[in-house]
């Protein structure tokens, strides 16, 4: 009599706390994760998954329209498609033309949002670390649209962060970087405590001024590495904007240009060649 008691006690409370865990999973807030593809955001991606705060509803990536690959990192979509069917979270690409105007890339970012909201997206979140106009534009443009910002790495040392990175056991490569700051050596190199030592003073040690950019392809985000191998390294050249279309409020030179190192997906997974 006892036993079927407990039993019966036992499976009551079972129950229970099988809904209150469904109510709280309800109560988390649907994310979009605006990703890059890079060490910051597999960072701060890995901490909002190590939360019960958010749910990760999508990654969100820009991508060249013209060149189909990452803005500004230059990395190929196919490669990008890898990195989210490793993590094992949907991408949403957003395509835009080279080099389009604030309007322009605005509008599109809207429209993309706008879906999303009617999928429940209540908050998107960036790897955003320090850049004080960058996030004042991102929570304006954002709180026009009833959605919250979130920025995990926010005023983090960076130098601690990308230690922080490479003890986890994430690995990335360098697929851009400024020729203003940088030379051509540096593009194609995996950050490890070599790279961090050998960067110059002016040099944030996660490029978060946009010094270099990267490419993520092992770490505990991920089921299976990313394989690659390493093309040409080339010098592209753009001008800047000639009024204030941009997001940022710090003057803008002329003309700048940047080292991009081509990666190029293979089938031998984790290696590069």
Not at 10 to 26: D, E, P, T
Not at 34 to 44: H, P, R, Y
Not at 78 to 104: F, H, N, T, Y
Request: hydrophobic residues 35%.
């Amino acid at each position: 009599m006892e036993s079927s008691k407990l039993q019966s006690l036992a499976q009551h409370y079972s129950g229970f706390f099988v809904s209150l865990q469904l109510n709280f999973s309800i109560l988390k807030a649907k994310t979009v994760f605006n990703w890059s593809s890079g060490k910051d955001s597999a960072l701060a991606l890995y901490e909002l998954l190590q939360e019960d705060q958010y749910e990760i509803h999508c990654l969100l990536t820009s991508l060249s329209k013209q060149y189909d690959r990452i803005s500004m990192h230059g990395v190929r979509s196919d490669l990008l498609e890898q990195q989210a069917q490793s993590i094992g979270l949907p991408l949403v690409k957003m395509e835009i033309p080279e080099m389009p105007s604030m309007e322009l890339y605005e509008n599109v970012m809207r429209e993309t949002l706008t879906r999303l909201q009617t999928e429940g997206v209540t908050h998107a979140a960036f790897g955003d670390i320090f850049l004080e106009d960058l996030r004042e534009y991102r929570e304006k443009k954002l709180t026009e649209m009833d959605l919250k910002a979130v920025f995990p790495l926010w005023k983090r040392d960076t130098k601690a962060l990308i230690h922080e990175f490479i003890n986890l056991g994430f690995k990335t490569i360098v697929t851009c970087v400024d020729a203003r700051l940088l030379d051509q050596s540096f593009a194609g190199r995996v950050i490890d405590a070599d790279f961090i030592r050998e960067l110059p003073e002016n040099v944030d040690p996660c490029g978060e001024n946009g010094e270099f950019h990267t490419f993520t392809f092992d770490g505990p985000l991920f089921k299976n590495p990313i394989a690659f191998t390493k093309g040409e390294v080339i010098l592209r050249k753009y001008e800047a904007p000639k009024n204030d279309d941009d997001c940022y409020t710090t003057p803008r030179e002329t003309e700048y240009g940047f080292w991009y190192c081509d990666l190029i997906p293979t089938s031998k997974s984790g290696k590069i060649t």
